[in-house]
């Protein structure tokens, strides 16, 4: 299984606008989509549907059940947010690592992606409630786009050299890693070019 990463560009201002809007139109267009209903499935007690309800109507939280508002806040964040143009998931601390590897090997770039991208002092500053494990929430401001786009600017390959390293068994793994990091390189330049921030999730 493993945990994986995915994410939206967003205007943070209409994601803060969300909480206790009172906005029964979004409750009811998060409510029908697909991806909430994904995780909403996983309840047999409409936790997580209580959990978007209270953020929406400004309700008193359920601050033990943190999870469930973090899942919520992925179903808001589908709505309103942008899709981005590389959607595979990167899966943390395999694929993660990969990049890690490449990055240093081929351009003595140290870097651990993760905690880019996930930093501990840089998380988010919606009010939710505390969430222990997962998801995992990190708003990617247009300053630390800018830190990554600048940090990953001289790395290059092409779509047909990422195919060829895949098809090579000795440097499949390299065309993994490249797949992502040219994938990430586009998404961070997508929101850059449309002044959005970007919101990451990982479970």
């Not at 943190?66 to 179903?75: L, M, P, Q, S």
């Not at 081929?106 to 992606?113: A, G, H, L, M, R």
């Amino acid at each position: 299984m493993g945990y994986y990463m995915f994410a939206y560009g967003v205007k943070t201002s209409e994601l803060q606008a969300v909480f206790s809007s009172k906005n029964e139109a979004l409750l009811a267009e998060v409510q029908k989509d697909e991806i909430f209903q994904n995780y909403a499935e996983e309840d047999d007690d409409n936790e997580t549907t209580k959990a978007l309800t209270d953020i929406i109507m400004g309700l008193p939280f359920d601050e033990k059940k943190g999870y469930t508002y973090g899942y919520a806040f992925i179903g808001i964040c589908a709505i309103l947010g942008k899709k981005l143009p590389f959607t595979k998931e990167i899966k943390f601390w395999y694929e993660t690592d990969l990049i890690n590897k490449t990055l240093f090997e081929d351009y003595d770039i140290e870097v651990e992606i993760d905690t880019e991208l996930f930093p501990a002092d840089h998380f988010h500053s919606f009010p939710l409630p505390e969430i222990e494990d997962y998801p995992m929430i990190s708003l990617i401001d247009q300053d630390r786009l800018r830190h990554l786009a600048s940090l990953l600017e001289k790395v290059h390959k092409t779509k047909e050299e990422i195919e060829a390293l895949i098809e090579d068994d000795d440097d499949e793994e390299r065309g993994f890693a490249y797949e992502h990091i040219m994938g990430l390189k586009e998404n961070i330049s997508f929101c850059l070019n449309n002044q959005l921030d970007m919101i990451a999730f990982c479970h």
